[in-house]
């Protein structure tokens, strides 16, 4: 049975930070693709992450929400290009040129990657265990942000298709009651030859599941008498399989992200 009853505090403290959504998945999320990228790690990095892991701000005992929070933590690339989005700059200089002040508007998702990505390639070469589990952690929760397809979309809250309040049911009431039922099954972490142009691959790759994600959640809706039990419920079983995939997926790119930075540092020992 989908035990939504577990999600109404993280509900409602995301209602009273403000009308608009701030996180783009519950604390939840985090916690659980955060473990599972550790797994994802080759046996060079591993014992590092495994042997530091509640020293990781979100898997910490006294956890706080790590990263930066706010409008910047989304990209809605629909509101200004059609998708496949092959027209929007992959430098951020160059599509600050291209889109002005509409662009600032939709978030920086991207780019906190990459700006994240590079402070950790940073903290590798220093050795420095705090910085890098600090930047390991926000990358994490940046990288899982971007397999939110609700984070890609200028319909985020479901304000243009007549289902207002689709974030919070979706990306935290949901995962948040899903229980064991949230299990993930990541790749292994891979070496990114291109990390900003793997960036840019995912937020096509997530993109392409906003449509589905409203249309399940419209099917799930319809026959209910509002947002209980039975309504999650049917969330769960239509919806809770993309989500499954996607944070899976979340995993693997968050392995493949630290990987890769401990890579270009030059892979030091690390202790």
């Known amino acids: 049975m989908f035990t939504w009853l577990r999600a109404v505090g993280v509900l409602a403290a995301l209602v ?26 080759p046996k060079g990095l ?17 956890e706080e ?12 690339i629909d ?4 998708f496949p989005f092959t027209e929007v700059p992959r430098r951020e200089a160059d599509f600050k040129e291209k889109y002005g002040a509409a662009g600032a508007e939709i978030g920086r998702l ?14 590798f070469r220093s050795g420095d265990k705090t910085r890098i589990l600090a930047e390991s952690d ?14 890609l979309t200028d319909n985020s809250d479901g304000q243009k298709s007549g289902q207002h309040g689709l974030w919070v049911r979706v990306a935290a009431r949901l995962p948040g009651g899903m229980g064991k039922a949230l299990s993930l099954n990541p790749d292994a972490a891979h070496l990114l030859e291109d990390p900003a142009g793997h960036v840019f691959g995912v937020i096509n790759a997530t993109y392409v599941w906003v449509d589905n994600i409203l249309y399940q959640e419209e099917l799930a809706k319809r026959g209910t008498g509002g947002y209980g039990e039975i309504y999650y419920e049917a969330l769960a079983e239509r919806a809770g399989p993309i989500l499954r995939q996607h944070l899976s997926a979340a995993a693997g790119d968050v392995g493949s992200f630290w990987y890769t930075a401990w890579t270009q540092a030059g892979r030091p020992e690390l202790k």
Request: negative net charge.
């Open 79 to 82: 509101r200004l290009a059609p």
């Open 110 to 123: 991207p780019w906190m990657i990459q700006d994240t990505f590079a402070r950790l390639v940073e903290a």
């Open 138 to 151: 926000t990358l994490a929760a940046l990288v899982t942000d971007l397999r939110n397809p609700l984070a």
């Open 65 to 76: 929400e790590a990263g930066e929070e706010g409008r910047e933590r989304r990209f809605a």
């Open 46 to 62: 591993k014992p590092f992450y495994k042997n530091h892991m509640l020293e990781l701000p979100s898997l910490s005992p006294d």
């Open 16 to 41: 009273l930070a403000g009308p608009a959504p701030v996180l783009a998945w519950g604390p939840i999320v985090h916690q659980t693709v955060t473990e599972r990228a550790v797994d994802t790690l």
